[in-house]
């Protein structure tokens, strides 16, 4: 089963990893949700998906917003249909020597890649 006229809802998809899978979604022919906080950055994934012929849309969230998965399956579902794929590809992290790492930042990190996405 291949992903074409697929609703594929990648997060994290403004910059790195998530914006190279959405694009190729997008060349695969999936319809795309981009979501990330970046507006700018998330309409340039936008735009490269539609020029090539794909079908995008941008929505907003974020990690921390403990509505914003609801929100964003709604908005998705009411511009693209049913998401039929998800890859959760939002993470943040801080480049810090391990030297210096802390219980607090861990829980922070913890907080935001582990627990977020899922409440």
């Known amino acids: 089963m291949g992903v074409k006229q697929r609703v594929a809802l990648v997060t994290g ?22 979501a990330g906080r970046n507006r700018e950055r998330g ?7 539609q020029r ?7 929505v907003a969230h974020e990690q921390e917003d403990e509505q914003a998965p ?8 009411e511009t693209l249909g049913p998401v039929e ?4 590809s939002a ?3 801080i480049f810090e020597s391990t030297t210096d790492a802390t ?9 935001r890649n582990v627990r977020e996405p899922i409440f």
């Open 13 to 34: 998809a403004t910059s790195g990893i998530g914006a190279c899978i959405a694009r190729r979604f997008g060349e695969c022919g999936a319809r795309v949700a981009v």
């Open 103 to 111: 219980p607090a930042l861990f829980d922070i990190i913890f907080q």
């Open 43 to 49: 309409m340039e994934v936008v735009e490269t998906i």
């Open 70 to 77: 609801t929100q964003i399956i709604t908005a998705v579902e």
């Open 52 to 58: 090539s012929g794909g079908q995008a849309m941008f």
């Open 85 to 88: 794929i998800l890859v959760h």
């Open 91 to 93: 993470g943040w992290s």
